[in-house]
């Protein structure tokens, strides 16, 4: 079986929480892009995927079935205000590992997504 990337993994009380975390840029004249373009990039492939990881990773945490009573897929989109920022990093590596200081980032959260 292909192994699957999970971004996240949350827990409160018998609520675990798989999460796929999305960034875009922000684009257009306003400055502001769009939240559910990153959304749709979780289309139903890439749901069905993630549900697989899901069970695969209950399966090797079988210890956790008892404690978990209900499981939600959610989606949390990011969005960088500053498209040249994304730009500088693309061209190549730098030390900087995180968007600078000045830098915003513009996050919204689709909860039960899928």
Same mark, same amino acid.
């Given at each position: 079986?292909? &192994?699957?990337?999970? %971004? /996240?993994?949350?827990?409160?009380?018998?609520?675990?929480?798989?999460?796929?975390?999305?960034?875009?840029?922000?684009?257009?004249? @306003?400055?502001?892009?769009?939240?559910?373009?990153?959304?749709? +990039?979780?289309?139903? *492939?890439?749901?069905?995927? /993630? &549900?697989?990881?899901?069970? +695969?990773?209950?399966?090797?945490?079988? @210890? /956790? *079935?008892?404690?978990?009573? *209900?499981?939600?897929? %959610?989606?949390?989109?990011? /969005?960088? %205000?500053?498209?040249?920022?994304? %730009?500088? &990093?693309?061209?190549?590596?730098?030390?900087?590992?995180?968007?600078?200081?000045?830098?915003?980032?513009?996050?919204?959260?689709?909860?039960? +997504?899928?």
């Amino acid at each position: 079986m292909a &192994r699957v990337e999970i %971004d /996240l993994i949350v827990g409160r009380g018998r609520l675990l929480v798989f999460v796929e975390v999305k960034s875009r840029r922000s684009s257009g004249p @306003d400055g502001f892009g769009s939240h559910t373009q990153a959304a749709e +990039a979780v289309d139903t *492939r890439k749901q069905a995927r /993630l &549900r697989r990881g899901a069970r +695969a990773w209950l399966d090797e945490h079988s @210890d /956790l *079935r008892t404690r978990v009573s *209900r499981v939600r897929f %959610d989606v949390v989109t990011c /969005l960088l %205000d500053d498209p040249a920022w994304c %730009d500088a &990093r693309e061209a190549g590596p730098q030390s900087e590992t995180t968007a600078p200081r000045e830098e915003r980032w513009s996050i919204e959260h689709w909860e039960s +997504a899928f």
